[in-house]
């Protein structure tokens, strides 16, 4: 039985995922450092299996029912939904020097903020954190075909936000 990672190697290896993670649930970089702290003091206080195939899926699984839970906790649930659809990820996209890519990214920002949290969580996970289908349904605890379903419509509703933007840009 392999030994388990300690965490300060799961931290370093994990935790910028987990905090983006956790912010396209809060809306807020405060909220989601708390709950990252939260989630790593829960973890210093269990012992992590050693026999854990992907430590990645099993983390973001956990960070998931941990988000999850700060949402019902919270008696101001619709406004906190309210204002993540309001957000994007503070730093999910770099300023950039070329006008055109800062455009993009700015676009790109709103239009991550008006898809639901199921969608937009699982593009997250998706494009950004680079999950499979099935490891985004464990994480989310959810059917594969939810997770692929949830997916195609939020590609559909970022290529309709993002088409006049594209036929802009677009060599002529």
Request: charged share 25%; aromatic share 8%; proline share 6%.
């Amino acid at each position: 039985m392999p030994a388990a990672p300690t965490l300060p190697d799961l931290y370093d290896a994990h935790g910028a995922g987990l905090f983006h993670y956790f912010t396209s649930f809060t809306g807020s970089e405060a909220d989601a450092k708390d709950l990252l702290q939260e989630l790593f003091m829960k973890l210093a206080r269990q012992q992590i299996p050693g026999d854990i195939l992907n430590m990645r899926a099993w983390l973001l699984r956990m960070a998931h029912h941990h988000a999850i839970d700060w949402l019902r906790r919270h008696t101001v649930r619709r406004r906190a939904e309210e204002e993540a659809h309001a957000q994007a990820p503070a730093e999910m996209f770099a300023a950039h020097d070329d006008p055109d890519q800062a455009e993009l990214a700015q676009r790109l920002t709103r239009a991550l903020a008006l898809l639901p949290l199921e969608q937009r969580s699982v593009a997250q996970l998706k494009l950004w954190d680079g999950l499979t289908f099935e490891e985004i349904a464990e994480v989310q605890g959810i059917p594969l075909n939810t997770a692929a379903s949830r997916y195609r419509y939020a590609l559909e509703k970022l290529r309709s936000e993002l088409r006049p933007l594209y036929d802009e840009l677009k060599p002529s």
